[in-house]
Nanobody
Framework: QVQLVESGGGLVQPGGSLRLSCAAS????????MAWYRQAPGKQRELVAS???????TYADSVKGRFTISADNAKKTVYLQMNSLKPEDTAVYIC?????????WGQGTQVTVSS
């Protein structure tokens, strides 16, 4: 069993920064894929950023140049550095990992960008 716990969300002004963390615990031995999704009220969940175990990254067009996904394998933690935040980035951010073709999800952390 794998558990994911996100942290680092909160209220930030437009133009500000936040760093989200997703700590994995349990039977972690071969993570193939890590990602951050977000879901705003009334909208579908969207993929924000992803990172493969080979180091390849992808980003949604709306966050390119502003967000960076990274991982610390020793700490079993995935990060999402978010800079130049905009009100439209407001959403619940949810961590996802794939291990041996099985996906696991965290509960999410709220990010609110507002003045």
């Amino acid at each position: 069993q794998v558990q994911l716990v996100e942290s680092g969300g909160g209220l930030v002004q437009p133009g500000g920064s936040l760093r989200l963390s997703c700590a994995a615990s349990g039977s972690i031995f071969s993570i193939n894929f890590m990602a951050w999704y977000r879901q705003a009220p009334g909208k579908q969940r969207e993929l924000v950023a992803s990172l493969t175990n080979g180091g390849s990254t992808t980003y949604a067009d709306s966050v390119k140049g502003r967000f960076t996904i990274s991982a610390d394998n020793a700490k079993k933690t995935v990060y999402l550095q978010m800079n130049s935040l905009k009100p439209e980035d407001t959403a619940v951010y949810i961590c996802n990992i794939v291990q041996l073709a099985r996906g696991y999800w965290g509960q999410g952390t709220q990010v609110t960008v507002s003045s």
